[in-house]
């Protein structure tokens, strides 16, 4: 099957330490995206990349690194720089934008949280 | 930056009953999606939509880019409408893909 895949679903940790999220995709999407998200709250960019090895910040980058080494993996690290790193982080891809129907898809998202 | 508003913040429905969700726009747009957020978090497309109409079941979206805002139909609603539904656009000035989600509209469907 198509999709976007992010592991773990759930995923403690405690404050200090720092933790990476999973990201992958199987759909040939050359972009791809993290967002955050917090209760009662839209998403918020954090990051994005459109081709393999750069990426660019988005809104809250802050605390946050990623990388891009193969075109279908994203993954995000939480450093413990980020003061409140307690989410819900929401891996998504899309075609580039300017082609037809670039509109992104999202992965099932991990709920981090941070003691 | 652009700014999105969803309205209205909250909805209660009757199982049956039909509802309109509102997305105001302050900005022209290149991307335009609603999304609909389940129990579990996942967001589930329901529409890309950066203008015009669209009908999928017994959902249906209308944008009208010149007057910078987005219309979500729900009819006949069911209990598995219940959720949190989300508009997003992507500024026209911007060629990035990073989209700016409103705040969302919770809808609850009663039996």
């Known amino acids: 099957d198509g999709g976007i895949t992010q592991s773990p679903k759930y995923l403690f940790r405690k404050e200090g330490q720092n933790v990476t999220l999973s990201c992958e995709q199987n759909?040939?999407?050359?972009?791809m995206y993290w967002y955050r998200q917090d209760p009662g709250q839209g998403l918020r960019l954090i990051y994005y990349?459109?081709?393999?090895?750069?990426?660019q910040k988005g809104d809250i980058a802050e605390g946050y690194s990623v990388s891009r080494e193969k075109k279908e993996s994203f993954p995000l690290t939480v450093t413990s720089a980020q003061k409140n790193p307690t989410a819900f982080y929401l891996c998504?891809?899309?075609?580039?934008?300017?082609?037809?129907?670039?509109?992104?898809?999202f992965g099932p998202g991990t709920r981090l949280t941070v003691t | 930056g652009i700014q999105v508003e969803q309205s209205p913040p909250d909805l209660i429905l009757q199982e049956g009953a039909n509802s309109t969700l509102r997305c105001n726009f302050s900005d022209s747009v290149n991307n335009l999606q609603w999304f609909h957020q389940n129990p579990w978090g996942q967001l589930i497309n329901l529409f890309y939509?950066?203008?015009g109409t669209k009908q999928n079941g017994r959902l249906s979206a209308t944008t009208v880019a010149t007057e910078r805002y987005s219309l979500l139909y729900i009819s006949s609603s069911q209990t598995t409408d219940s959720g949190v539904y989300f508009c997003a656009v992507e500024g026209l000035s911007g060629n990035t893909g990073k989209l700016i989600f409103g705040q969302g509209t919770t809808l609850q469907v009663k039996p």
């Open positions: 939509i950066p203008s």
């Open positions: 990349s459109q081709i393999v090895n750069d990426f």
């Open positions: 759909l040939n999407h050359d972009a």
């Open positions: 998504a891809s899309s075609f580039l934008p300017g082609q037809r129907f670039y509109e992104q898809y």
